[in-house]
């Protein structure tokens, strides 16, 4: 008995460690099967008018408790009239209060002169996939993919939408429409957008938008994705 005592040590040895493997293997496993992500979306800037010839500091937005954060900027002229682009969108960070430092840009604006139509229907509804124009042929709300401008008269509820299909001055979006529009509600067949991630470690950050143009005024909007934890 005593010559296999140690051969059933070392046998019991192995068997340990091979069922701790297991146990460890298993258990990561699962508790990497339970993470999950923390995000939120936040409006930071309603749109907002840009006059011609002025600049807009938008929101003093505190994320210094985000891992990540994704700025998501949108930009259009609200005027019928040839914009030549200058001024643009920039971003300032902080790393603490009052301590402002460029990081992003300025990028600027798509120089040309939108066109313009109205809505149709009365009224636009939350919810809807199609608008009805008075011409959609008028500029390019009728050319697949582009995202066009809803000019509500309460600035702060308009909204962008992007073309899908177009028949006989019915456009058919790609996404609802978020917000219902009176009748005759001006459009804009132009919107500029960008995507920015912001590093970690950033306290503060602010978006600055320069309508350089002198005739034309245009209007942006902001939002933020932060990531908060896993």
């Known amino acids: 008995m005593k010559k296999y005592a140690g051969k059933i040590m070392k046998f019991t040895l192995i068997a340990l460690v091979c069922i701790c493997l297991i146990f460890v293997g298993t258990t990561s496993h699962q508790a990497q099967a339970a993470l999950a992500m923390s995000q939120t979306l936040d ?74 139509t109205q809505t149709a229907e009365d009224p636009t509804s939350a919810g809807d996939t199609t608008v009805t124009l008075d011409d959609s042929s008028t500029g390019d709300f009728d050319v697949v993919g582009r995202k066009w401008f809803i000019k509500d008269s309460t600035i702060g509820n308009s909204e962008s939408v992007r073309t899908k299909s ?21 459009v804009y067949d132009r919107v500029d957008e960008w995507v920015v991630q912001i590093p970690g470690g950033v306290a503060y950050f602010r978006i600055l938008t320069n309508n350089g143009d002198a005739d034309c005024d245009g209007a942006f909007t902001s939002r933020r994705l932060n990531l908060t934890g896993l």
Not at 88 to 97: K, L
Not at 166 to 186: I, K
């Open 43 to 116: 409006e930071v800037d309603a749109w907002q008018a840009v006059t011609a010839g002025t600049m807009v500091v938008g929101s003093e937005e505190d994320i210094s408790a985000n891992y990540r954060t994704i700025v998501c900027i949108e930009w259009a002229p609200i005027e019928a009239v040839a914009h030549d682009g200058s001024g643009g969108v920039s971003i300032e960070i902080s790393y603490a209060d009052d301590n402002w430092i460029h990081f992003w840009g300025p990028v600027g604006f798509t120089a040309e002169t939108v066109a313009t």
């Open 166 to 186: 177009d028949s006989t001055n019915v456009v058919t979006l790609c996404q609802d429409t978020l917000r219902q529009h009176a009748v005759d509600s001006n």
